[in-house]
């Protein structure tokens, strides 16, 4: 079993950063990718980014330069860091682990962005 719980988020204008992490807990060996999925009113959840053990990454095309992803394995910890954000980017943020072939997800957390 692994527990993800999420912090940050919350309400900042266009153009603004906000930041979020992850904490994992629980049997933590076995994940080898976490990352951050985001799912808007009446839309599918989608990938924003993703990283590896040891250390690639993957974006979204619509994050990428603005978005980064990065990990402190001593914390078992996952972070975001968004930037330039976008009224598009207003969505509930999923922490999400790869855990084997099973996937774990955190509760989510809500970023909105004001025009």
């Known amino acids: 079993q692994v527990q993800l719980v999420e912090s940050g988020g919350g309400l900042v204008q266009t153009g603004g950063s906000l930041s979020l992490s992850c904490a994992a807990s629980g049997s933590i060996f076995g994940i080898d990718t976490m990352g951050w999925y985001r799912q808007a009113p009446g839309k599918q959840r989608d990938l924003v980014a993703a990283i590896t053990r040891g250390g690639t990454t993957n974006y979204a095309d619509s994050v990428k330069g603005r978005f980064t992803i990065f990990n402190d394995n001593a914390k078992n910890t996952v972070y975001l860091q968004m930037n330039s954000l976008k009224p598009e980017d207003t969505a509930v943020y999923y922490c999400?682990?790869?855990?084997?072939?099973?996937?774990?997800w955190g509760k989510g957390t809500l970023v909105t962005v004001s025009s």
């Open positions: 999400n682990a790869k855990y084997f072939a099973m996937n774990y």
